[in-house]
């Protein structure tokens, strides 16, 4: 079964902190993806990557750098946190191969900014 | 442990059919449900459900909520072939001190073909 995990469920930070969100999945995929959820606005994706050192950005990358120095660790780094970043992140990775491609989510991380 | 299981898995259907996607839930803190139509980048957003028997339709898209029977279905009426995609339901729950997560099905893969 494939598992997706992030490093923490629940974050509070003040603002001008930097931020680090890590995930990290077990099933060797190669797409992995950052997203943030807010009430009533769906999904929208930050950034996400197709191999290691790859990274491509998503529809609201602004704010947002990432990470993926290894194929199972996806980084998202909030250089310094604002009020508007105070969301529900979540990660998927997702298995690359033709006509297959289900993304996996971790349970989210719930950022609070102060 | 919460639980939302999309049934069926995977589905194939000629275009101009009629399809319907299933979404049961246990969960929790019920605060909304969602479905996400995922093709090959992000999943787009398509509609949150949070009062029992209230129908949401998009063209020919449509999405009804039972929460006594703790299940959604999503309508698709004369399917074309850009339907094809994974579809995704997500229960929205209260975690308690005004936060909030996302609980996915596995996704239902739809494929049309002409």
């Known amino acids: 079964d494939v598992k997706v995990t992030q490093s923490s469920r629940y974050l509070v930070k003040r603002t001008g902190e930097k931020v680090f969100l890590e995930c990290v999945q077990d099933?060797?995929?190669?797409?992995m993806f950052w997203y943030r959820q807010d009430p009533g606005l769906g999904l929208r994706l930050i950034y996400f990557?197709?191999?290691?050192?790859?990274?491509e950005k998503g529809d609201i990358p602004e704010g947002y750098s990432v990470s993926r120095e290894k194929k199972e660790r996806f980084s998202l780094i909030l250089e310094s946190a604002s009020t508007n970043q105070t969301s529900m992140y979540l990660c998927?990775?997702?298995?690359?191969?033709?006509?297959?491609?289900?993304?996996?989510f971790g349970p989210g991380t719930r950022l609070t900014v102060l | 442990e919460d639980k939302v299981v999309q049934s069926p898995l995977s589905l194939v259907v000629h275009e101009g059919d009629t399809v319907t996607l299933n979404c049961s839930y246990e969960?929790?803190?019920?605060?909304?449900l969602l479905w996400y139509k995922q093709e090959k980048k992000a999943p787009t957003f398509l509609f949150m459900l949070?009062?029992?028997?209230i129908e949401k339709k998009s063209g020919r898209l449509s999405s009804i909520l039972d929460k006594k029977e703790l299940f959604s279905i999503l309508n698709i009426t004369a399917t074309q072939t850009g339907d094809s995609a994974v579809y995704l339901c997500?229960?929205?729950?209260?975690?308690?001190?005004?936060?909030?997560?996302?609980?996915f099905g596995k996704g239902t893969k739809l494929s049309v073909i002409p």
């Open positions: 990557s197709y191999d290691v050192k790859m990274k």
């Open positions: 997500a229960v929205e729950l209260y975690s308690g001190a005004g936060s909030y997560q996302l609980t």
């Open positions: 099933m060797d995929h190669e797409n």
């Open positions: 998927a990775s997702q298995v690359d191969r033709g006509s297959v491609y289900t993304q996996y």
């Open positions: 969960v929790t803190n019920f605060r909304s």
């Open positions: 949070t009062s029992s028997g």
